[in-house]
């Protein structure tokens, strides 16, 4: 009898433990997959064959980062919007026909580009975020999306930068991948997506200067310098990168997240001119990792690029600065630069002919 008292007791005891125990997994479990899974050392070789970048178990900037400060942003007041910003309500997009190109922002870095009869988004985040783990790499937005993933037509490629909050989104991924033909990506973020249960056939993986033909439109990931990492101990494990995209027609090319750096100069010099420079101009920290204003237009002009979109600003904000100050910064310099500079709202679809009317200082009754 006394055994059969202690193994119920013991019973009891397991019972117990396993219905305290299911909400930590679980609680850990649902903070975790937002962040995704890394790539494990087994992939390390591979990447040392793929990538003249990644030595010493990660991954590396062409050259070391010299100035290691803030941006000249960074130290203002921090300020919000004084009432809400205007947002063009995306309730339907017709298609793009081949010779055609429209860009439409849909604040900081993501837009919707319409090339060559394909849909493709960059780095998109159209969600609000559901996870608490999401929050600590993302301030709360201030302004609203102009695109809800219910009108959100097929989506024929995908591009992710790299692996940021603020550019890889697991609640936007979720919503959105029953609409992706393709995804292209850098090194090593395959393995989140993967992790998330994105079909593997889907993803394409690239590294700097390779290329991929979808379509008639050609897809070249093209070095940035940036870092890497969702958590500390994960930074510089997968690549970074900018995007550019071109058809017999147009061309496009994304800086992602980037300071300044001689990318811009080989792009001109691999690609000739371009039509249009959506250029990081988020003045963020630190310094080396985004461009100031005047590192911006020197970009746009060392990429010949007709028209300038700065991007990574309208949408959250970061450190100690005003809302504006990254395009008011930008504006300000307009007139020292042959590109041609766009301001568009979020959520305006500009086709190519009407980019030179895209210039409203619109921002300045928001301040």
Not at 54 to 60: A, I, L, T
Not at 288 to 314: I, N, R
Request: a negative charge; aromatic letters at 12%.
């Amino acid at each position: 009898m006394k055994k059969k008292k202690l193994f119920k007791v013991f019973a009891i005891i397991a019972c117990a433990l396993v219905i305290l125990a299911t909400p930590a997994v679980l609680g850990v479990r649902y903070f975790m997959i937002p962040i995704g899974k890394y790539p494990d050392k087994s992939q390390f070789t591979k990447y040392e064959e793929l990538s003249e970048q990644f030595y010493d178990e990660k991954f590396h900037n062409e050259s070391e980062p010299e100035n290691t400060g803030l941006a000249p942003s960074t130290g203002g007041k921090r300020v919000m919007p004084s009432k809400e910003l205007p947002v063009e309500k995306i309730t339907s997009l017709d298609r793009a026909a081949s010779d055609k190109l429209t860009v439409t922002w849909l604040g900081h870095s993501s837009s919707l580009i319409q090339l060559g009869e394909q849909n493709i988004l960059l780095d998109p985040i159209l969600v609000n975020q559901q996870n608490a783990m999401q929050y600590r790499g993302l301030p709360e937005r201030y302004s609203d999306f102009p695109l809800d993933v219910k009108n959100m037509p097929d989506i024929d490629v995908l591009c992710i930068s790299h692996d940021h909050y603020d550019h890889l989104d697991y609640s936007t991924i979720m919503a959105v991948d029953s609409k992706v033909k393709n995804y292209i990506v850098p090194l090593g973020v395959d393995s989140i997506l993967k992790g998330w249960g994105i079909s593997e056939d889907k993803i394409k993986v690239l590294s700097w200067w390779q290329n991929i033909e979808i379509g008639g439109i050609t897809y070249t990931l093209t070095p940035a310098q940036h870092y890497s990492g969702r958590f500390a101990n994960k930074q510089y494990k997968t690549l970074w990168g900018g995007i550019y995209m071109q058809n017999s027609s147009h061309s496009v090319y994304f800086t992602g997240d980037s300071g300044y750096c001689g990318t811009f100069r080989e792009i001109y010099e691999r690609f000739g001119e371009t039509d249009i420079i959506l250029a990081d101009s988020g003045e963020d920290a630190p310094a080396w990792s985004h461009m100031s204003p005047d590192e911006v237009y020197q970009a746009a002009d060392e990429v010949h690029a007709e028209y300038l979109l700065p991007v990574h600003w309208g949408a959250y904000l970061y450190g100690s600065t005003a809302w504006y100050q990254p395009i008011d910064d930008i504006a300000e310099k307009a007139d020292s630069s042959k590109v041609s500079l766009m301001t568009p709202k979020l959520g305006q679809t500009i086709e190519y002919n009407d980019f030179s009317t895209a210039n409203e200082h619109w921002w300045e009754e928001y301040k």
